[in-house]
């Protein structure tokens, strides 16, 4: 079974401080992605990785950065801190460079930012 | 841009009958189309995806239909049970190689014994 694991379930934290969200897949996966989900809007696309060290903007990058050092971690960092930013953030990885594959999601991490 | 769109926030439906749920989408026809199933404080899972020439893709009770004439994907569930209520997303592929996805807002089924 393909397990797509994050960091916390519950995160509380403060404006201004760096966040560190850390995402870890056991299957090999070349595409990672990060997303956040808000009432309302969705799920939205905030970058994604197809390599290590590769990474691509989604649709909202501003206030994020990431890193994928090894192939089975992708981590999303919020730079500074900001109350916007308190939402469900979800990360997904896929097998092999074909698009049409199934999206594996992790289990999400609430943040909240005070 | 792709635009896509579920067109009820919520269905209610009793336990039993068949739930129908709609995915409309603007501008280009996309390669495929995907339907997960996401339960409160939870990841989505995937549940189906059917090809831009397939009209129709079966899987137990479940059943996706995909009309590139009308941009649209129609999502059954049949014979449904309690154990069915969640949020079903749609999700398009976002046009690149990648395996990037657009997706919907969701529909929240709820259904009553």
């Known amino acids: 079974d393909v397990k797509v694991t994050q960091s916390s379930r519950y995160l509380v934290k403060r404006t201004g401080e760096k966040v560190f969200l850390e995402c870890v897949q056991d299957m090999d996966h070349e595409n990672m992605f990060w997303y956040r989900q808000d009432p309302g809007l969705g799920l939205r696309l905030i970058y994604f990785?197809?390599?290590?060290?590769?990474?691509e903007k989604g649709d909202i990058p501003e206030g994020y950065s990431v890193s994928r050092e090894k192939k089975e971690r992708f981590s999303l960092i919020l730079e500074s801190a900001s109350t916007n930013q308190t939402s469900m953030y979800l990360c997904?990885?896929?097998?092999?460079?074909?698009?049409?594959?199934?999206?594996?999601f992790g289990p999400g991490t609430r943040l909240t930012v005070l | 841009s792709q635009k896509i769109e579920q067109n009820s926030e919520a269905l209610n439906i009793q336990e039993g009958k068949t739930a129908t749920l709609t995915c409309n989408y603007t501008n280009y026809s996309p390669a495929y189309l995907q339907w997960y199933r996401q339960d409160p404080g939870r990841g989505p899972v995937f549940l189906l995806l059917i090809r831009e020439n397939e009209k129709e893709k079966r899987k137990e009770r479940l059943k996706v239909t995909f009309d590139t004439t009308l941009k649209q994907s129609l999502f059954h569930i049949t014979a449904s049970q309690p154990a069915d209520s969640a949020t079903y997303l749609c999700a398009l592929d976002g046009g690149g190689s990648q395996g990037n996805l657009i997706f919907g807002k969701g529909t929240k089924l709820s259904v009553k014994p």
């Open positions: 990785s197809y390599d290590v060290k590769m990474k």
């Open positions: 997904a990885s896929i097998p092999g460079l074909a698009g049409d594959n199934e999206q594996f």
